[in-house]
């Protein structure tokens, strides 16, 4: 899936670019969003993940837009002070904690620029820890741009005059003191593509990584589920349903986590992965994976191999991964924390059970009934017995898909 991020040079009064702001830009390569949360983070995602930093921003810093909330959750912590400057939306107010967290990021050496500065802005709190103030030319009259510019003498700051369109507001921003230059004067926001890749909850591979351990520690696994809303929401909501039997109600995670047991919450995590996997991917795919799943653990129950039923689950679950997440499957594979012979066996290096189990999925799904006799029989399990799987495996995946939507 493309991605866009728009970038807007910001020139010195000598004419020479010292940064870019960055712009959130959608689908259709417009501002079509009003959060402002969901915004930055799309930048930042788009930016620093999909496209890259030095592909974005090949000179200066970037000024990146951050709401109160943003600054609160301490998200600018995240980069490194000499490659942004925090701009500060114009409707963030100098609550304490917003204060606070300012500070924080002036001592860790950040740039902080107040955005769209306009006479009436009554916040002296914020103005006095900003280095940068932008005026807003397009939302200010000539007058009101020289009592802005009279007003923040008295503060050690810079002026930045933005949304310049003409020769002559150039001229008068330099007259009011601006040192800095932004606009359609000097060019319009140019629209950078890249591609979305699609990866792993890191999450996910934390609880996995315990699982994987001789003896796992539900202490240690219900802090690390703890960080993720969507799996500890997930999780509270399996326990009461109705597959557990809860004649309580269960509200807290740890005794959740012991409810289900290493082995299902292993698997749940894997399910829930897959789930995150496939958003924005046809819904066929995310079924035929489940239902490949389930018929795979099944069949594999009933065969010589029941022992491995675990990974032959794994083998289905993991067995479109490539279409999933838009990569060769080898190198989707590596992320995923599964063992190497069904790995092997998922990227056709090693002719084993697990791959057996993917030439019998694959092959009942075309209806190659030669190659569904052949493969029955080296599972010892019949044709009818199969099928009856099938179905099933069929109705497992309409549970699970209508448990999580609510239904």
């Known amino acids: 899936m493309e991605v866009y991020v728009a970038r807007q040079p910001i020139l010195n009064d000598n004419g020479q670019i010292v940064a870019y702001e960055l712009l959130y830009r959608g689908k259709s390569q417009t501002m079509d969003i009003s959060d402002g949360n969901a915004a930055t983070l799309n930048v930042i995602n788009n930016t620093f993940i999909n496209i890259g930093f030095d592909d974005v921003i090949d000179?200066?810093?970037?000024?990146?837009?951050?709401?109160?909330?943003?600054?609160?959750?301490?998200?600018?912590?995240?980069?490194?002070?000499?490659?942004?400057?925090?701009?500060?939306l114009e409707d963030v107010k100098p609550e304490k904690e917003v204060i606070e967290k300012i500070l924080q990021l002036k001592e860790l050496g950040f740039t902080i620029a107040?955005?769209?500065?306009?006479?009436?802005?009554?916040?002296?709190?914020?103005?006095?820890l900003a280095d940068i103030v932008k005026i807003d030319f397009l939302l200010t009259d000539k007058l009101e741009r020289l009592r802005i510019a009279y007003r923040l003498k008295k503060f050690?700051?810079?002026?930045?005059?933005?949304?310049?369109?003409t020769n002559d507001e150039?001229?008068?921003?330099?007259?009011?003191g601006c040192q800095y230059f932004q606009g359609f004067f000097f060019e319009k926001p140019q629209i950078i593509k890249g591609v979305n890749i699609k990866s792993l909850n890191i999450t996910h591979i934390s609880a996995l990584n315990e699982l994987k351990k001789e003896e796992p520690n539900y202490k240690k696994l219900t802090?690390?589920?703890?960080?993720?809303?969507?799996?500890?929401?997930?999780?509270l909501k399996l326990v009461n349903s109705v597959a557990f039997y809860s004649r309580k109600k269960v509200e807290s995670l740890?005794?959740?986590?012991?409810?289900?047991?290493?082995?299902?919450?292993?698997?749940?995590?894997?399910?829930?992965?897959?789930?995150?996997?496939?958003?924005g991917t046809p819904e066929a795919v995310a079924e035929t994976a489940l239902i490949r799943a389930r018929f795979a653990e099944q069949i594999s129950k009933k065969s010589k191999f029941r022992e491995n039923n675990d990974k032959f689950f794994l083998t289905g679950l993991f067995s479109l991964i490539d279409v999933i997440m838009h990569k060769d499957k080898g190198e989707a594979l590596k992320e995923i924390p599964?063992?190497?012979?069904v790995k092997n066996a998922l990227s056709e290096k090693e002719d084993n059970a697990y791959s057996k189990m993917i030439e019998l999925l694959e092959s009942y799904e075309r209806g190659n009934f030669d190659k569904i006799d052949e493969l029955t029989s080296y599972f010892g399990i019949d044709l009818q017995k199969t099928n009856e799987e099938y179905f099933k495996a069929i109705k497992w995946e309409k549970q699970i898909n209508g448990g999580k939507n609510g239904s």
Do not use: C, H
Request: aromatic letters at 12%; hydrophobic letters at 50%; zero cysteines.
């Open 156 to 165: 050690n700051v810079k002026l930045l005059a933005e949304k310049v369109e």
């Open 59 to 88: 000179k200066g810093k970037a000024f990146l837009n951050f709401t109160g909330d943003l600054i609160k959750r301490g998200v600018p912590t995240m980069f490194n002070n000499e490659k942004i400057v925090i701009e500060i």
């Open 338 to 341: 599964i063992s190497i012979d």
């Open 114 to 128: 107040l955005d769209d500065f306009v006479l009436d802005y009554e916040y002296d709190e914020l103005i006095e």
């Open 170 to 176: 150039y001229i008068e921003a330099k007259k009011i």
């Open 223 to 235: 802090e690390i589920v703890k960080k993720d809303f969507s799996m500890t929401f997930k999780f």
């Open 254 to 279: 740890d005794i959740a986590l012991v409810r289900i047991g290493f082995n299902e919450i292993n698997r749940y995590i894997f399910v829930l992965m897959l789930e995150d996997l496939t958003i």
